[in-house]
């Protein structure tokens, strides 16, 4: 009898997870386009939405700061930043909120978190060394290797061919987009300006950088091919982050007291704002796919 109920037991135990995994499968999930920080729950936390703003959901519960979130190139995990280790680390953790994982475990400050294009390798940013400094590691944590030594450097990107890796530094005073050789080599100054620039990000087809140019106070986002040549304005506003295809860019703009997130097309054209004013909503995240 005891036997029976044991198997009883354990294929009713094995039912229920055929059906919780089918069930989690089949589940008709509407697209989580769209990955941002807000701070509309008392702190800043990481959520989802479409980009008409429906199927938002809140990923990050905890009373630190969280934010900047990251897709993985296959939209499977999240990179981010939190605080709920006590001197800032980057986290990962699987776009259905599971298994998240201190990536850092440093007790210096680390952020800025960027994913090479097969997603086996993150660029980063860490003041263990004093200033900040672009670092790369595998997306497990581990092989960190130090990239740049000079002044301060953040916001590092991943080209989409693997090859390069733009980042901001103000060695030259004021803040300048820089691109590297992946391994470190090769540091060039792309902006060359008297303006501030800063938040470099490659567009899918790696032709071009979005990055944002501050100057008397007023931040705007701006385009600029890769070698740095045809610097263009698009629109008032900072945080760029590109869709998929290309064609628009979604970025953060404050000029409402209260920063909003906004996308325009690649052209200028068909500027839509897609979070409301009762929050303040910043640094958005496009879904790879
Ligand atoms: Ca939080
Ligand atoms: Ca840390
Ligand atoms: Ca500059």
Same mark, same amino acid.
């Given at each position: 009898?005891?036997?029976?109920?044991?198997?009883?037991?354990?294929?009713?135990?094995?039912?229920?997870?055929?059906?919780?995994?089918?069930?989690?499968?089949?589940?008709?999930?509407?697209?989580?386009?769209?990955?941002?920080?807000?701070?509309?729950?008392?702190?800043?936390?990481?959520?989802?939405?479409?980009?008409?703003?429906?199927?938002?959901?809140?990923?990050?519960?905890?009373?630190?700061?969280?934010?900047?979130?990251?897709?993985?190139?296959?939209?499977?995990?999240?990179?981010?930043?939190?605080?709920?280790?006590?001197?800032?680390?980057?986290?990962?953790?699987?776009?259905?909120?599971?298994?998240?994982?201190?990536?850092?475990?440093?007790?210096?400050?680390?952020?800025?978190?960027?994913?090479?294009?097969?997603?086996?390798?993150?660029?980063?940013?860490?003041?263990?060394?004093?200033?900040?400094?672009?670092?790369?590691?595998?997306?497990?944590?581990?092989?960190?290797?130090?990239? &740049?030594?000079?002044?301060?450097?953040?916001?590092?990107?991943?080209?989409?061919?693997?090859?390069?890796?733009?980042?901001?530094?103000?060695?030259?005073?004021?803040?300048?987009?820089?691109?590297?050789?992946?391994?470190?080599?090769?540091q060039t100054n792309l902006s060359k300006s008297q303006a501030?620039?800063?938040?470099?990000?490659?567009?899918?087809?790696?032709a071009t950088i979005a990055f944002t140019r501050s100057s008397?106070?007023?931040?705007?986002?701006?385009?600029?091919?890769?070698?740095?040549?045809?610097?263009?304005?698009?629109?008032?506003?900072?945080?760029?982050?590109? &869709?998929?295809?290309?064609?628009?860019?979604?970025?953060?703009?404050?000029?409402?007291?209260?920063?909003?997130?906004?996308?325009?097309?690649?052209?200028?054209?068909?500027?839509?704002?897609?979070?409301?004013?009762?929050? &303040?909503?910043?640094?958005?995240?496009?879904?790879?796919?």
């Amino acid at each position: 009898m005891k036997a029976a109920t044991t198997l009883v037991f354990a294929l009713v135990t094995l039912l229920g997870a055929c059906w919780a995994s089918a069930t989690d499968a089949a589940s008709p999930k509407a697209p989580a386009t769209i990955a941002f920080s807000s701070d509309r729950d008392g702190n800043s936390e990481i959520y989802v939405m479409t980009e008409t703003g429906k199927a938002l959901r809140r990923l990050t519960k905890n009373p630190k700061f969280d934010g900047f979130p990251r897709w993985s190139p296959d939209g499977g995990r999240i990179l981010f930043y939190s605080q709920r280790s006590p001197n800032g680390d980057l986290w990962v953790m699987n776009a259905d909120v599971s298994a998240p994982k201190n990536l850092t475990r440093n007790a210096a400050h680390d952020g800025d978190g960027s994913w090479s294009a097969d997603g086996r390798r993150i660029v980063f940013v860490s003041d263990r060394t004093g200033d900040g400094d672009v670092y790369v590691m595998r997306s497990d944590g581990a092989g960190v290797t130090r990239l &740049t030594t000079e002044a301060k450097n953040q916001h590092p990107s991943w080209s989409p061919d693997g090859t390069k890796v733009a980042f901001t530094s103000d060695r030259d005073d004021n803040g300048e987009i820089y691109v590297m050789n992946a391994d470190g080599s090769e540091q060039t100054n792309l902006s060359k300006s008297q303006a501030s620039e800063d938040w470099p990000v490659w567009s899918p087809n790696g032709a071009t950088i979005a990055f944002t140019r501050s100057s008397n106070g007023k931040d705007a986002v701006y385009l600029m091919n890769a070698d740095g040549s045809n610097v263009r304005r698009l629109a008032a506003g900072t945080q760029p982050s590109w &869709t998929p295809d290309g064609r628009r860019i979604a970025f953060t703009n404050e000029s409402s007291g209260r920063s909003a997130i906004y996308v325009v097309g690649f052209d200028g054209k068909g500027l839509k704002k897609l979070t409301r004013a009762r929050f &303040t909503e910043y640094d958005p995240a496009w879904s790879p796919r």
